[in-house]
């Protein structure tokens, strides 16, 4: 069907979410980079990751409408490696899509780069076609467990950066 990063049909669910703007998930991203990581956990189709002042970043696509179901995967084994590094970035990516006479299946890449490396997120959009469209975005909650003397490191955010 054309070109991966070509844009598909959005469903309800993103378009709304594209409309509303994404001001709370820029925040929460950017107050979370530079943090020490404490655990990571993939849960309930979301991405969990607490760090040190008892704060965690959760990243999913909750934008799923009729006709499509969103999950999030990643193939790598050991998320608890990256425990005890920080936080450097997050990056979005198209991934491929395919497509059969009854449904399509498209992907998109969450990087996420740390102090001891990348590991990578996979999200999920199956859909009959009218559904398509990603919507990562992030929340921070607060009340997890505090370490004391948990060193930050400082990692430039350009204002610019698309997240």
């Known amino acids: 069907m054309g070109d ?18 994404n001001e709370e998930s820029v925040t929460a991203y950017r107050a979370s980079i530079g943090k020490k990581i404490t655990a990571i956990k993939l849960e309930d189709d979301k991405l969990h990751i607490s760090f040190a002042n008892g704060t965690t970043l959760v990243a999913a696509d909750e934008a799923q409408s009729c006709c499509e179901k969103r999950y999030m995967t990643t193939d790598d084994n050991d998320l608890n490696y990256y425990v005890g590094s920080h936080l450097v970035s997050m990056e979005v990516m198209n991934g ?6 009854h449904e399509c299946h498209d992907i998109q ?33 607060a009340g997890g467990p505090v370490v004391p003397d948990a060193e930050e490191i400082v990692v430039p955010v350009p204002d610019d950066e698309e997240i």
């Open 96 to 101: 491929p899509s395919r497509e059969d006479e």
């Open 4 to 21: 991966d990063n070509e844009p598909r049909n959005l469903g309800m669910g993103t378009m709304i979410r594209m409309l509303s703007g």
């Open 109 to 141: 890449f969450l990087d996420v780069k740390t102090t001891k490396g990348v590991f990578q997120m996979v999200t999920h959009n199956e859909h009959n076609g009218y559904y398509g469209g990603f919507s990562v975005e992030f929340t921070l909650s």
